[in-house]
């Protein structure tokens, strides 16, 4: 068994999750700011100590929405990781890890999530939760007018009612790097069955 890794960037706070190859988790948040970028190795390297990069079956990633520079920073860092050490990486939706950490929580059937984009629009997603709790993607992340999103929240909360969720994303999220890490290991375990693995050539963050 080997170690994986995860990254959360898309906000002033970076997060790192890691489980070593004996299945502990360690996981650590810092509140960089504008400093990410000039931090993000140094802490890299000194949070997987004592492992090294060769010890790491695949990485994952926040893929954003989010801050434009630093989640453009963590996906290329992600990328470069995967590259060298020619192992699969993955990038999941900000919005869907937490989606999924709302589902871990309640027992909703639709999931709808929000993150402020500006004044005048948010960026959203909504998603279904299966019994096994994987989630099925309705709507994809997709940046809207307030009034947009707000007519289709109205919808949704009415034609499900008490089997509905709506989350609203807060402005750090480097805790959710635990969520991310979960999301790709399930992604990871249903590439193992056919033996194709994400590369980091197809790893685009998600701007808009």
Same mark, same amino acid.
Not at 75 to 92: E, F, R, S, W
């Given at each position: ?18 489980? @070593?190859?004996?299945?502990? !988790? ?103 939760? !299966? ?8 709507? @994809? ?13 109205? @919808? &949704?909360?009415?034609? &499900?009612?008490?089997? &509905? ?22 992604? &990871? ?20």
């Amino acid at each position: 068994m080997k170690a994986t890794l995860a990254l959360h960037t898309t906000s002033p706070e970076l997060g790192i999750t890691l489980v @070593d190859s004996q299945g502990k !988790k360690k996981s650590q948040t810092w509140n960089l700011g504008r400093d990410l970028g000039r931090q993000l190795h140094l802490i890299l390297a000194d949070f997987i100590t004592p492992l090294t990069w060769q010890d790491f079956k695949f990485i994952a990633v926040a893929k954003g929405p989010g801050s434009f520079t630093s989640t453009r920073i963590g996906v290329v860092t992600a990328k470069t990781i995967a590259q060298q050490l020619n192992i699969p990486v993955y990038g999941v939706s900000t919005l869907k890890s937490l989606a999924w950490q709302e589902a871990q929580l309640k027992k909703s059937e639709i999931v709808l999530v929000q993150m402020r984009a500006n004044n005048d629009e948010v960026f959203g997603s909504i998603y279904k939760v !299966k019994n096994n709790l994987n989630l099925c993607s309705v709507v @994809d992340d997709k940046l809207y007018k307030n009034a947009q999103w707000e007519t289709m929240v109205k @919808d &949704y909360h009415k034609q &499900y009612n008490k089997s &509905y969720s709506l989350v609203v994303s807060e402005q750090n999220l480097g805790q959710n790097s635990e969520d991310i890490l979960s999301l790709a290991n399930i992604k &990871y375990e249903q590439e193992m069955l056919n033996g194709v693995f994400s590369s980091w050539e197809n790893l685009m963050p998600f701007y808009q």
